[in-house]
């Protein structure tokens, strides 16, 4: 009888080591790796939410952007309401002394993604932006000194006037030039004016652009042809004569030289 006892410990002995082998092998955590399967799956079901995530494309100018969290903003367009959208780290931003660069340059500087997040955290920044399934493709910073008299080939006018490096930075100026017209940023350009000084307005959506063979269309044309903003992009950085007629420092009419 001792004899069976001695092996009965000895049966149980074994199976209870097997059993803690077994245990230790198959446990959550993965000592080798430093992971476990609970924060691999977090992960994973983040990404995921984040590569299906949709959200509103088109374009917000004249914005004041506030910043909410890391990567995410607002923008406040007047008649539009806000509207919120991420920043990725491809998204281009473009600064004229706020964001970065200098208010007195006449090219924007590009800016990185944490530029515009220090100085939203300060506070509204004037901008445009362009977007994409909620996500911004293009933030243009709006210089807040743009205020300008006018002064060109035909006739301008406007309050308070701002020359900087020989350039009008006008908000809120109004007329009609006709002059050379130079590429400065995206949606922003100059025209030259009789006096030497270049007059900069913007881009809107609504801006017709007519084409007699120079920003795009058939030289000799009767009637022009409609324009893109990429054929004016396009004429303006080999330079393009054109009549620029200007509302509140935005075009509402360009039309080339034919």
Known sequence: MNRHLRKAVVATAAITAGLLMTACQNGTDDTSSGKSGTGSAAVAEKASGSKNSKGVSGSFKNGKVTYLAPGKYIVTVP?????????????????????????????DAPCTPDQLEAAA???????????????????????????????????????????VDGINKGKGVNGTWFGNVSYLAPGKYTVSGMKGVEQQFLLAEDTKILGYGDICGDEGGQEGTECTEADLETAAKQGVSAEVVISNGIATTITDDH
């Open 79 to 107: 008649g539009k309401g806000d509207q919120q959208f991420l920043v990725a780290d491809d998204t281009e931003v473009y600064g004229g002394g706020t964001i970065c660069g200098d208010a007195g340059s006449k090219v």
């Open 121 to 163: 955290k300060k506070g509204a920044v004037s901008a445009d932006v362009e977007m994409k399934d909620g996500i911004a493709t293009l933030v243009t910073e709006r210089r807040t000194t743009q205020q300008d008299t006018g002064s060109g080939s035909g006739s301008g006018s406007g309050s308070g006037e701002t020359v």
